[in-house]
């Protein structure tokens, strides 16, 4: 029992350490869209805060990064509600992994469960809501409750409708992107004028996004691929799949890579299909997106605090690879 009490006491220790900096690392990446270090550090001290708090559920607090989505929401930005929360997503670093879930989530469910498999975009979340088929409001995640309105700045980006083919009331979801090419010039140009650079693709679209003046976002030029319709049953759509035609017909951006996959081996061929096409990519991918296809089993199964249980992101693994290579070759 004394042993017992001495390792709830280092765990303790550690678990405040965990938070503490894994919360600084937030601040920077989310609040202030310039990061310190590595996706791939953040994620691996994320999971030893998530195992130690499996271990030990009494050291999980409201201040703990697994308890909250995204950032705080910017003082300079209207504040937007989102009834409806923009969730954050679990993740796997392999296969192993991804079939563990699938396994864990086909358990509870009887009848065979179908995926549909995308591509992960390497942006931020962006809802847009249309009343009468014209845009009336853009917003971010925000913290997931309360995002931040970017409705003048959305107007600037060319892939975002201004007005829809039918006059619907309707919320879609997706993730607004610099385009590779984007970046390296917009980088390219802040270097000269010697400026900040941006460390990634993604942030420099958060940053451009979260603009006071419309007029600098203009000169980004943001993408997006919408992937979410909320509400779906409002229009007769009964699968992800069918969500995306749903949204390309409206004439949203929707990324032409989803196929629907009945099993695992098909994912697997995807993920392989995918990491080979990656670099030919005009844009930022971290990872791929499985989700069970059936909305109404999505409904059923329902989210967690943080994620959503009916979908999980395949993370790549870290480029690290070649740098540790060329550390040795050097150190030779
Ligand atoms: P996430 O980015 O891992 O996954 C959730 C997000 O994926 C969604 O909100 C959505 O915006 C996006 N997405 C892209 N394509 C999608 C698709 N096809 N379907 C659905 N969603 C799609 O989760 P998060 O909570 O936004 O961020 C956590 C991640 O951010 C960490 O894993 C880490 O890599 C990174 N991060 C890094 C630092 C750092 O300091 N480097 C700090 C905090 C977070």
């Known amino acids: 029992a004394e042993q017992s009490i001495n390792d709830h006491e280092v765990a303790a220790a550690k678990v405040r350490d965990l938070v503490t900096q894994l919360n600084g690392w937030r601040t920077q990446y989310y609040d202030q869209d310039a990061p310190t270090v590595e996706d791939h550090v953040y994620d691996e001290t994320y999971r030893q805060l998530q195992d130690l708090e499996a271990a030990y559920p009494d050291l999980i607090t409201p201040e703990s990064p697994t308890q909250a989505v995204g950032g705080t929401p910017s003082g300079d930005l209207p504040k937007v509600p989102h009834p409806i929360p923009m969730l954050s997503m679990g993740d796997v670093f392999s296969l192993a992994e991804l079939k563990d879930w699938a396994q864990r989530l086909e358990a509870g469910v009887d009848d065979p469960v179908a995926y549909n498999v995308e591509l992960k975009i390497d942006g931020l979340s962006l809802s847009l809501v249309y009343e009468q088929g014209r845009l009336v409001q853009g917003s971010t995640r925000g913290n997931g409750r309360i995002g931040e309105d970017v409705t003048a700045n959305v107007r600037t980006i060319a892939s975002v409708p201004q007005t ?109 299909a995918q990491t080979a096409d990656r670099d030919s990519l005009a844009y930022g991918i971290d990872g791929i997106v499985v989700k069970v296809n059936d909305l109404a089993l999505q409904e059923e199964l329902g989210n967690t605090v943080k994620v959503p249980r009916w979908e999980i992101a395949y993370k790549f693994p870290a480029e690290i690879a070649k740098t540790v290579v060329r550390d040795i070759e050097w150190t030779i």
Do not use: W
């Not at 009331?169 to 984007?182: H, L, S």
């Open 164 to 272: 829809l083919p039918e006059p619907l009331d309707i919320e879609v979801r997706g993730e607004c992107y610099m385009p590779k090419a984007a970046f390296a010039a917009l980088n390219a140009q802040r270097e000269a004028d010697g400026a900040p650079t941006f460390a990634n693709p993604r942030n420099a679209a958060a940053g451009s996004l979260r603009q006071l003046d419309s007029k600098v976002t203009a000169s980004r030029q943001l993408d997006t691929f919408m992937y979410t319709v909320i509400d779906p049953a409002t229009y007769g759509i009964t699968t992800q799949h069918e969500a995306l035609a749903f949204m390309a017909k409206l004439g949203f951006a929707t990324n032409p890579t989803a196929i629907v996959a009945e099993d695992l081996t098909t994912i697997d061929d995807y993920i392989t």
